[in-house]
């Protein structure tokens, strides 16, 4: 039973007592305060400081931001009041919306590929023992302690003209190609960089997963003769629904938001090919035009509404069930 | 009130105190406390090429020495964090007294009363030994909104004499039309080697192309007043010609290692001609020193041959008085001593830049005649005679509208649309910015 519950239910017992009046055996202690009323204030003085500090770094900056949206910001003539026109500015600017479309397709390229890479990897992990199972945690977590600054220059060196990416393809006799420096192929040289630094977090997080399913499952399937894929198909990929689910989630509005990946690597180009929406926002912001500010400011708010958005609907798609407790 | 609950109440107003204790931190900083009798002035200079912050630094060190009512505290800030950094220390109320800024930001900032006007903060006499042609680039309704330090042409060809005599051209006639541009370049293109480097991405499309802009259609896409854009004119599509034949003909590198202001592939020898800045020069002399010798300047080609059209806009960096800054007349002291005073110190400036920027200043000009080593330097020479003299100002309309031309050259080189749905798109894209922007009206040509 989580603390949750506990609360709960000493909270219900005065409110609603039994027909039987249980409550009424006890013999209350003399307090100014009633019980139920006491638990609700330790209650809510334990929660006070989680919600004091919401309030004054996430709720009233984001109250704040929003009432400066409606203005067009001039930090030396003063502020003036415009209303949604900044919102409607950033709702018929196509740059935003090709923005969400690259940040969506990014998203798309690099969770999937990530996940299907991890559980690999996770699954393969499983069969290690001892030295080389620890060996091998290690080598897949290394990107995730890696700087991603480090990775997109890492990643921009060897997607160059005479880069390594050129020179391993060259063998097999296929010209260069202008990996970032090309409106095809620099979405997937960045999410390339985006899928090997987010593998150690997703392969950690499957491969714990995959040690919580039950080895009888398997045993008993294999004594009725499945198959290493079919005890994968019915067995591992249905009780990991949980695990995939919270990785699509925070894959999805983690990766739609990247930004320091392709701010490196390709600086949003070419031709606004890899303008993430964090990046067309930064981009907007480092304008300087009391214009670029209040745009940069509305475009981030209605961003937080999209991603809002896109989570519900993954929510939606993929209904989350509990697993069966072992 | 119970003991238990007076506690619990104190322990919620101990939370809430901390919050809010907590929420006031971070504050100011940039407060130009006179605790010590002086008139503190916080200077932020964008970072540049390391001579500068050198330069820099041992003038601010020599002002802080000569007197004792100013203290000029001096901040380097990086060029890619100099927006970001600005715009979060106005909205904290945190900005520099005096900063650098460039002749592009002048006329918005004026506009937004970022800056003060320097008349009668400093000596008239100093406005008089600006340059006629730069003096316009600091007034605004014929007040000086930042005094100049440099001017510097964005556009200059450099190419490699010694592989141009190998590939059977003549480096002493270098190529004077964008035709006779595109021929030296596959000429000079020679396995890894490419012919030449010049802008491919946006960022630097939106500005380095300024000149050759100019230089195709005799002005910007936005003109007169700004009602509308012209960024259909055919000519334009003369200008996306010449790109996209560099690029999709396989001359220059098809990733640019770095940015345009860059000199580091012309240097390391990837390629045999380069379009930069003539910033470039003070890099090669520092970083390169054995290329110099087999280096030769030239004015950028024209669509036609015509020397006399302009290849460059005169860029360059001034230093300004913040709309807010607490003591206007300190930080004016500190800029008459630093670039409007002795001439001697700017000279200094040019001498360490390796003679690769331009003064605005007619005492300068004076000073730097007299230096053996300027009047001979064969680059210089060639920029102040046959590039300065043709330069124009850069465009006062906000960058967005640079940044949709830019898109337009940058589509047809990377083959992503024809010239004509190219420059329709950033016409569009422009009408969108003026009319988004209020911009009608508030051009002057």
Known sequence: ?326 | MSLRRRKLWSAAGAVVAASLVLSSCGGSGGDNEESDGKAHVIFWQQKFEDYQQEWFKQHVDDFNASQDEVEVEYVVVPAEAWQQKLKAAQAAGNQPDVATTNYGGIRPGAASGQFMPLDGLLPEDRFADIKDNVKEFVTVDDKHYAYPMLVEPSTVLYYRTDLAKAAGLDPDSPPTTWDELVSWAEALTDGKTKGMTIASTQGDLAWSSWGLQLNACGDFPLRGDWSSADATDPCYADLIDLYTRLYQGGFMPETPKVAYPDALPYGEGEVAMMANGSWAIGQLKNDFPDLVDKTAVAPFPSIDGDETKPTATLGGWTLTVDGKADDPEAAAAFIDYLVAGDPEIMADFFKMSGLSKYTVRTSVDEVLANDPKAKEDPFMQTISDQVVPYGMPEPAYPIDISNAMATAIESVMKGSASAEDALATANDAMDEIIEKQGLAGAGEG
């Open chain 1, 1 to 326: 039973m989580t603390t949750a519950d506990t609360r709960v239910a000493v909270e219900a017992t005065p409110q609603a007592p039994g027909p039987r009046g249980r409550a009424r055996r006890r013999t209350p202690r003399p307090s100014a305060t009633p019980r139920h009323l006491q638990s609700d204030l330790t209650a809510y003085l334990m929660i006070a400081p989680m919600v004091v500090l919401l309030g004054i770094f996430v709720f009233w900056p984001l109250v704040y931001s929003f009432w400066l949206s409606l203005h067009s910001i001039n930090f030396y003539l003063g502020n003036e009041w415009v209303g949604t026109q900044f919102y409607r500015y950033v709702l018929t600017d196509e740059r935003f919306w090709d923005s969400i479309k690259v940040g969506v397709t990014y998203a798309v390229m690099v969770v999937p590929t990530g996940m299907v890479i991890s559980l690999i990897l996770a699954m393969f992990i499983k069969t290690l023992r001892g030295r080389t199972a620890s060996v091998m945690k290690t080598v897949v977590y290394l990107p995730a302690v890696l700087s991603s600054v480090i990775a997109a220059i890492l990643f921009a060196f060897m997607g160059q003209d005479a880069g390594l990416i050129n020179a391993a393809i060259g063998v097999v006799g296929i010209e260069p190609i202008a990996w970032l420096n090309s409106p095809t192929f620099a979405l997937p040289a960045v999410a390339l960089a985006g899928v090997w630094l987010g593998l150690g977090v997703s392969t950690l997080i499957l491969l714990s997963a995959l040690n919580e399913i039950p080895e009888s499952y398997y045993e008993s399937a294999a004594l009725d003769g499945a198959s290493f894929l079919q005890q994968t198909w019915y067995i591992t990929i249905p009780l990991l629904r949980n695990v995939f689910l919270f990785l699509l989630v925070t894959g999805f509005t983690l990766t739609i938001q990247e930004f320091q990946l392709p701010l490196i690597m390709t600086n949003g180009g070419p031709v606004g090919a890899t303008k993430t929406p964090n990046l067309f926002i930064f981009d907007s912001f480092r304008e300087n035009t009391p214009y670029s500010t209040s745009f940069s400011l509305a475009a981030a708010l209605l961003l937080f509404l999209v991603l809002g958005a896109i989570s519900l609907v993954i929510f939606r798609l993929l209904r989350s069930e509990k697993a069966i407790d072992a």
